[in-house]
């Protein structure tokens, strides 16, 4: 069964202050690693897929790395509209379809 | 380009009462996913259909039912509402039933009292 576990449950940044969320998980062999950005109220949208270790990818002010057994949402100089809720989720390779398994997310603040 | 959408926006049900939700994905797109998300936690897998074929199902009882039509677009029926299907339900949907990047909609918000 595939397993997400993400680190810190919430963390609490000041404007330009960069850090990295924790993504770790357990699969029988990854087709993907998945991250979305929510707000509240709202459907995740849509950030980065990783493939295989030591891919990464960048967009703005993030940056997605993935190993083995973990990948890191690296925010640099983040802004207050950063502030969000980041899901990670995986598609191992013994999965039917397209499900995704998700991580309970890390809820980021980014005070002005 | 039109995204996913999903109708009602929001919704409050009694105990026990039926409910339908909509899903229409995005144009091209063949494949529907539905999530649940409670509140404060990770969307969590209902169904995956494809060319109107059911391709997976996730751990929920057999009160949650789905179906595609012709069109791609797709509904979720939950009968026999319980408190706990409180939930944000969320439609995804993908070009073909592997692939791998899913775009979700915004969301149905379900209250049941």
């Known amino acids: 069964e595939d397993q997400v576990t993400q680190s810190p449950e919430a963390l609490r940044l000041q404007e330009g202050e960069s850090s990295s969320l924790n993504c770790s998980y357990t699969?029988?062999?990854?087709?993907?690693l998945f991250w979305y950005r929510q707000d509240p109220g709202k459907g995740p949208e849509f950030l980065f897929t990783l493939y295989s270790a030591g891919e990464e990818k960048e967009k703005e002010r993030l940056k997605a790395t993935l190993t083995k057994k973990e990948s890191f949402l690296h925010i640099t100089a983040p802004k207050p509209e950063d502030s969000a809720t980041y899901l990670c989720?995986?598609?191992?390779?013994?999965?039917?379809?397209?499900?995704?398994?998700f991580g309970e997310g890390t809820q980021l603040t980014v005070n002005p | 380009d039109a995204g996913v959408t999903q109708s009602p926006t929001h919704l409050i049900k009694t105990r026990g009462q039926h409910v339908t939700l909509r899903c229409s994905p995005i144009s091209g797109h063949k494949s529907v996913s539905w999530y649940q998300q409670v509140l404060g936690q990770g969307p969590q897998f209902i169904f995956q259909?494809?060319?109107?074929?059911?391709?997976g199902r996730g751990n929920f009882p057999d009160r949650f039912s789905a179906r595609q039509f012709p069109n791609y677009s797709s509904e979720l029926n939950v009968n026999a509402l319980l408190l706990g299907d409180s939930a944000l339900y969320l439609c995804?949907?993908?070009?073909?039933?592997?692939?791998?990047?899913?775009?979700f909609g915004p969301g149905t918000r379900l209250t049941v009292t």
């Open positions: 995804a949907s993908t070009w073909t039933s592997g692939s791998y990047e899913q775009y």
């Open positions: 259909y494809y060319e109107k074929e059911e391709r």
């Open positions: 989720a995986v598609q191992g390779l013994e999965t039917s379809g397209s499900r995704l398994t």
């Open positions: 699969v029988s062999g990854l087709r993907g």
